[in-house]
């Protein structure tokens, strides 16, 4: 016998953004049977803040922004010219109550509580990626994956007591890290043998993290998923019925694409486009900077994905290029790519891994982090029926965007999902 839903057809998705987190949602959508339209302004998949990211699937390192170190460091940081963090006070009542939302979180128990449910939310989503990318032969040299091992450098030897608390920590919730000396760090990675700007004290080791290119993956995530693409083509407002569902998504131009659920994934851009509404999703743009430069001496660049912990760099090898990112800057929506930031990024390789780089072939890059107070991302139902989200996942998009696909598609098909759904709850 013919069931009621087959007769009905698959049940349609719109989904608007197909940055990393849009675009594996429209994978974990068609996954469940639902046909998918995948819209984006751009003319590719992942070229929005995904596109020059720290490519860093980063599993184990999931702790939120907001800690009590980070308000205390917080006067330092933005006093000093050249400090990895910025902020710019903005006018308006949303960034003032995003303000209070992060001093709030700001206490260990609620870094704590925050670090498990990300925790759990990385596992599925590396559950995830791997059954899928073992689903699409090729797909690993496809999107540059490896799992190369994670290793974070610290210069100061004071910062080790709670280095080592917060392994003790992380061990219980399944991650397995090693403290290890300096010579050990240089035996997991010669090119560091050479290291400037200091020595180094000791490192952390996490043998499993990973790295992949995020604008890659975006693509081959949204063409494996079999949707129709819709790129090139702004969203430009969200339409309801009488009844106030939300039923289409109205394109620049005026064409209207119907269906049963429209899933913003639209990274920071998601506040605007749902302010029409009534919607204040309580997400932030926190800027960014990278650099991908020619590897010209093999055997100087890292293979291990390295972060330096003083200085909040991460490095990554993609294909022939290193690539180096970091910063953090609360300052508007601005994407002015300000030479001294490239420099300095620029200047940490050069000290770094020593005659790695070529520098006349850079190619820098900004991205906005869409991040709320907490570092939780929005993931699932809003006040309006139709209307579902997954966005504001900070410096982690890359990391948590499988798994934030499946936990949105199972709630969006009323399955009971693999990870606690209300840490993610859709506010404002
Ligand atoms: C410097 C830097 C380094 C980072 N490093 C890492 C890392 O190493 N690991 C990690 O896990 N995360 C990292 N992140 C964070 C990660 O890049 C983001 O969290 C992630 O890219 C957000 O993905 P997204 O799909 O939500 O947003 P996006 O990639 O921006 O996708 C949203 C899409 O929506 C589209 N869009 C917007 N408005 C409209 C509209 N009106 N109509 C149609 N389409 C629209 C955009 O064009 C865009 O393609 C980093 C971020 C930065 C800035």
């Not at 709670?162 to 090693?178: D, Y």
């Not at 982090?369 to 809003?382: C, D, H, I, K, M």
Request: with cysteine; aromatic share 6%; proline share 8%.
């Amino acid at each position: 016998m013919t069931s009621p839903t087959a007769l009905a057809g698959p049940r349609h998705a719109c989904v608007i953004g197909a940055g990393i987190v849009g675009a594996a949602t429209a994978h974990a959508l068609a996954e469940r049977g639902w046909r998918v339209t995948l819209v984006d302004a751009h003319a590719q998949p992942g070229r929005g803040e995904s596109l020059g990211n720290g490519a860093q699937l980063s599993y184990s390192y999931v702790e939120p922004l907001a800690t009590p170190d980070a308000l205390k460091n917080l006067p330092k940081w933005l006093l000093l010219p050249d400090s990895p963090l910025r902020w710019r006070p903005q006018p308006r009542f949303s960034h003032a109550r995003w303000l209070s939302e992060f001093v709030a979180a700001c206490q260990w128990p609620t870094v704590r509580r925050t670090s498990e449910q990300l925790l759990s939310l990385a596992e599925e989503s590396r559950r995830t990626l791997h059954r899928w990318l073992a689903a699409l032969p090729g797909s690993a040299e496809a999107t540059r994956h490896t799992q190369t091992g994670k290793l974070v450098i610290y210069r100061k030897p004071e910062a080790l007591a709670g280095v080592q608390r917060q392994i003790e920590w992380q061990r219980a919730w399944g991650c397995a890290q090693a403290i290890v000396g300096a010579d050990e760090v240089r035996r997991l990675e010669p090119a560091l043998a050479a290291t400037g700007g200091g020595p180094i004290a000791f490192g952390v080791w996490t043998a499993t993290e990973e790295v992949i290119d995020a604008a890659r993956l975006a693509v081959l995530l949204a063409q494996a998923s079999g949707a129709t693409l819709r790129l090139g083509r702004p969203v430009q407002r969200l339409v309801r019925d009488a009844a106030g569902r939300v039923v289409a998504a109205e394109l620049a131009g005026g064409e209207r694409i119907e269906a049963d659920a429209i899933v913003m994934a639209a990274g920071p851009a998601t506040v605007q486009l749902l302010k029409p509404l009534g919607a204040r999703p309580p997400i932030e743009p926190i800027k960014g900077y990278s650099v991908s430069l020619p590897i010209v001496d093999d055997a100087a660049a890292p293979r291990v994905s390295i972060t330096d912990n003083g200085r909040k760099l991460v490095h990554a090898r993609l294909g022939d290029r290193l690539r180096v990112a970091g910063f953090a800057e609360l300052i508007g929506m601005s994407r002015v790519l300000p030479p001294a930031r490239i420099e300095a990024l620029c200047q940490s390789v050069r000290e770094t891994f020593p005659g790695a780089c070529s520098f006349d072939d850079p190619q820098p890059w900004t991205g906005l982090r869409p991040a709320t107070p907490s570092g939780r991302p929005q993931v699932g139902a809003t006040r309006w029926p139709g209307l579902w989200v997954n966005a504001g996942h900070g410096a982690l998009g890359l990391t948590l965007s499988c798994g934030s696909a499946s936990l949105l598609a199972d709630l969006m098909e009323g399955r009971e999902p693999a990870v606690d759904p209300t840490a993610f709850r859709v506010t404002g």
